[in-house]
């Protein structure tokens, strides 16, 4: 692989820091690093605007402001769509795995897409920006009765397939009314396009929880599991 990179003679490499890490050989070859935070930032737009900072780094600085601009917009307006709704549905992410639920911290980039998109999330009050391990009992006692459950994973097409992961996932309000939102990560490139377009995300979550606000919308990461 260090072959393969002196071959390519970049200009600079771009890497994401993790706290006291270092990058073994990459050090070595005298090729400038420069450290990318964009994953580290919790709020939607705050995550979206380091598409400020590639655009200057490529001599896009324009283009880039136009795009951000446009995102924030779109972002901005259905936010304030959603504003003045009175009912805020209780909204569960993501699912256990090897024992531990992941669930993100009150602080957290995915708290505050529920948040503006008129969702009440369980741990809203936790002060963390990043995720709290727990187990399921300890999400299912807090959020049994959640009317949505919005999660990310592969090859989950059916209620079925959610229960033969865990076959304790049933207990559950939304699973029980089939209210179990999808995003396949295998086909959507959520990964890839999500960071940069909240505007889409937040989009699903609040054609979701306030589908009356959003005739006609066309998901673009999440699908519904009806079956």
Same mark, same amino acid.
């Given at each position: 692989?260090?072959?393969?990179?002196?071959?390519?003679?970049?200009?600079?490499?771009?890497? $994401?820091?993790?706290?006291?890490?270092?990058?073994?050989?990459?050090?070595?070859?005298? =090729?400038? +690093?420069?450290?990318?935070?964009?994953?580290?930032?919790?709020?939607?737009? /705050?995550?979206?605007?380091?598409?400020?900072?590639?655009?200057?780094?490529?001599?896009?600085?324009?283009?880039?402001?136009?795009?951000?601009?446009?995102?924030?917009?779109?972002?901005?307006?259905?936010? !304030?769509?959603?504003?003045?709704?009175?009912?805020?549905?209780?909204? =569960?992410?993501?699912? %256990?795995? $090897? /024992?531990?639920?992941?669930?993100?911290?009150?602080?957290?980039?995915?708290?505050?897409? =529920?948040?503006?998109?008129?969702?009440?999330?369980?741990?809203? !009050?936790?002060?963390?920006?990043?995720? +709290? $391990?727990?187990?399921?009992?300890? %999400?299912?006692?807090?959020?049994?009765?959640?009317?949505?459950?919005?999660?990310?994973?592969?090859?989950?097409?059916?209620?079925?397939?959610?229960?033969?992961?865990?076959?304790?996932?049933?207990?559950?309000?939304?699973?029980?009314?089939?209210?179990?939102?999808?995003?396949?990560?295998?086909?959507?490139?959520?990964? %890839?396009?999500?960071?940069?377009?909240?505007?889409?995300?937040?989009? !699903?979550?609040?054609?979701?929880?306030?589908?009356?606000?959003?005739?006609?919308?066309?998901?673009?990461?999440?699908?519904?599991?009806?079956?």
């Amino acid at each position: 692989t260090i072959e393969k990179v002196i071959a390519m003679r970049p200009d600079a490499i771009l890497l $994401s820091p993790f706290q006291d890490a270092t990058y073994g050989q990459i050090e070595k070859l005298n =090729i400038p +690093i420069i450290e990318c935070a964009d994953y580290l930032e919790y709020t939607p737009l /705050g995550r979206a605007e380091w598409v400020r900072f590639y655009g200057a780094l490529l001599g896009k600085r324009q283009a880039a402001d136009s795009l951000y601009e446009a995102v924030a917009k779109r972002y901005n307006a259905i936010k !304030d769509k959603v504003a003045p709704v009175t009912h805020k549905p209780m909204v =569960i992410t993501e699912m %256990v795995m $090897s /024992g531990v639920w992941a669930v993100p911290g009150g602080k957290s980039y995915l708290a505050r897409v =529920i948040a503006d998109a008129g969702g009440d999330y369980p741990w809203a !009050d936790d002060e963390r920006t990043g995720s +709290i $391990s727990l187990d399921f009992n300890q %999400v299912l006692a807090k959020a049994q009765n959640a009317d949505f459950w919005l999660l990310k994973w592969t090859n989950i097409n059916t209620l079925a397939d959610l229960q033969g992961q865990y076959d304790l996932n049933k207990n559950f309000k939304a699973f029980k009314e089939k209210k179990v939102w999808v995003c396949d990560t295998g086909k959507s490139h959520f990964f %890839v396009t999500a960071p940069f377009h909240p505007d889409l995300l937040l989009g !699903d979550f609040a054609a979701v929880l306030h589908p009356e606000l959003f005739p006609g919308y066309q998901f673009k990461f999440y699908n519904q599991l009806t079956k």
